[in-house]
């Protein structure tokens, strides 16, 4: 028998039920690849951001290291128990400052700050709510001292609020002063701290405090850069920064006196062969030129310090991750007491 010849149509037909196929298997295939590629750029993501997270940690952890050792070799040579902007845990992370190479997965970014570097804010009042003197003349001065460049009389009734929110009582001191009175007229309304404070961001919601006081102005520093509450009290002269040191001179010293002292400071402290004097109480005015009149209050000044932050950021191909700690080096008091203690106190990731 003769085969039925194939019309035209269905050939046609045909033809393109096999095209029709072969571009839904191409689009399979795509698909497919295209999913492979997205889940191993997720696998590759996952695998970075988990490594910079390591760096992160790591660093944060070189930092403790790095003081526990210091504070180690000062309790063995009292000659060394001084801490400045000299040492490894200052320099962190730069590779020289580091007791170990890092693994080559990536870089690591950030620093270590001294908070006893700082004006330790909640050491403004005393236990029975009265203003320190000494502490009150030294936020003045850093008030009315540039970048902030406030008038006396502003700045002097915003001292008088912060005292109003850290002191126990319910009664303003003076005419700019503020307690809960004057916070529950507000809108919206708030309480009155009355007690020390636990974050530094509490003095956005006192009385004369705004934006650029508490943040700075751009590209200068703000009161949040300034002050801490992570503190013994004290402020150390090895690490402070020039406004803190300029608010630190007796009011008798001329600000360009004070300026220039400051930056003399900096400059001093920073070369490696004065390293040694760093550990004299007094030698910001005995080792110095020309700065032999400038005095600071003794109960206020130290060489040590006990309070320090930490920030580290791990990058690791796109992988990027941060974190923030407060950390508090802590001495054995007796002699029962083993070693040195690091820590943390806050802990953020980012």
Known sequence: MKRAKRQPRETGAALIFVLLM??????????????????????????????????????????????????ELALEDQQSDVDHVGEAWALLPQSDSLPTTLPDVGTLQGKVLDESGKFPINFLVDDEGALRPIYGQVLQKLLTNAPFSMEPEQAGGLLMAI???????????????????????????????????????????????????????????????????????????????????????????????????????????????????????????????????????????????????VQMTGIAGAGSKSIFAYLERQKPQEEEEKGVRVLVRFWQAY
């Not at 997205?38 to 930092?63: D, W």
């Open 22 to 71: 072969i571009s839904i298997l191409t689009v399979l295939v795509l698909e497919t690849l295209r999913a492979m590629q997205v889940e191993e750029a997720g696998a590759r993501y996952f695998q970075e951001g988990f490594k910079a997270e390591a760096l992160a940690k790591s660093g944060v952890n070189l930092a403790m290291a790095l003081l526990a050792i210091d504070a």
């Open 163 to 309: 005292k109003d929110w850290l002191d126990k009582d319910d009664e303003p001191s003076g005419e700019f002063g503020a307690e809960v009175d004057y916070y529950q007229g507000l809108e919206p309304p708030h309480s009155c701290k009355n007690g020390s404070m636990t974050s530094l961001a509490e003095l956005q919601l006192i009385r004369g405090m705004d934006a650029s006081l508490y943040f700075g102005k751009t590209g200068e520093p703000g009161l949040k850069d300034l002050l801490t509450i992570h503190s013994d009290g004290k402020v150390n002269v090895n690490t402070a920064g020039s406004l803190v040191l300029q608010a630190l001179v007796s009011p008798t010293a001329a600000p360009e006196t004070a300026a220039d002292w400051a930056q003399s400071v900096m400059s001093y402290r920073e070369e490696q062969m004065h390293a040694d004097f760093l550990i004299e109480p007094d030698w910001y005015r005995n080792r110095m030129v020309g700065f032999s009149d400038i005095s600071l209050a003794a109960e206020l000044v130290t060489v040590r310090s006990s309070h320090f932050s």
